[in-house]
């Protein structure tokens, strides 16, 4: 694994940051947590890629709130184009 960013799919809903904070603080330290609201994933970001590569291991399609999360490394964002709306 490259980095230490893991991307968390198939959440519920009624997940909370705390609630992921907890799970994957068991198998490292969590620098950062963001749910995306509304969207059904978020972000983990591991200390290390051993310890994010390690909670990916062992969280992967188990059970959080009813729901069999997806835990992968996380892809960087892609650069969007800056459009320009000046009239002339």
């Known amino acids: 694994m490259q980095g230490s960013k ?3 799919g198939n959440l519920s809903y009624s997940t909370g940051e705390d ?6 603080a068991k198998h ?6 963001k749910i995306i609201p509304n969207k059904g994933f978020g972000f983990i970001e591991m200390s290390s890629s051993d310890e ?4 990916k291991e062992a969280l992967n ?7 069999n999360i997806n835990v992968n490394e996380a892809r960087p964002q892609k650069e969007k184009p800056r459009r320009n709306f000046r009239r002339y």
């Open 19 to 24: 609630e992921l904070q907890e799970l994957f």
């Open 52 to 55: 994010a590569e390690a909670a």
């Open 61 to 67: 399609l188990t059970s959080v709130s009813g729901r």
């Open 28 to 33: 490292g330290t969590v620098k950062s947590v």
């Open 6 to 8: 893991l991307f968390v």
